[in-house]
């Protein structure tokens, strides 16, 4: 399974919200105290981390109203199968890529195909922030 980097600027410490590099925004709920000790401040160097098993990719949510904070919308590059799992590769609107794991089972009753519009949505709860 693997985690994907996002590269991006800190951009409202208090809002907890950091900018991809090419604007669109990642919301992840940190703690004052790792606000601190990372010594992130307006403008910094971060990147987001997120595991591929907290991506949920959703079809056809333009609209919809969701808890989920981040919501970046793709295409999907590619769709590895394994015994149980798939890997659903995104490859992001905004920058760079994603990688998905979810139920084989979550790919069919998607009808998940290469070139795709899709959504990875991940709750705001499962960004890291690392710099």
Do not use: W
């Amino acid at each position: 399974m693997r985690s994907v980097y996002l590269e991006c600027r800190f951009s409202n410490p208090q809002a907890r919200r950091a900018h991809l590099i090419r604007g669109e925004a990642i919301v992840a709920i940190i703690t004052n105290s790792s606000v601190e000790t990372l010594g992130l401040t307006e403008g910094s160097p971060a990147c987001a981390i997120i595991k591929a098993s907290e991506v949920i990719v959703g079809k056809d949510v333009d609209g919809a109203k969701l808890s989920a904070r981040n919501v970046l919308p793709g295409v999907v590059e590619k769709v590895l199968d394994g015994a149980v799992n798939s890997e659903v590769e995104i490859q992001l609107s905004v920058s760079g890529s994603m990688v998905a794991s979810i139920t084989k089972q979550s790919v069919k009753a998607l009808g998940l195909q290469k070139g795709d519009q899709v959504s990875a949505i991940i709750k705001a709860s499962n960004v890291m922030i690392g710099v």
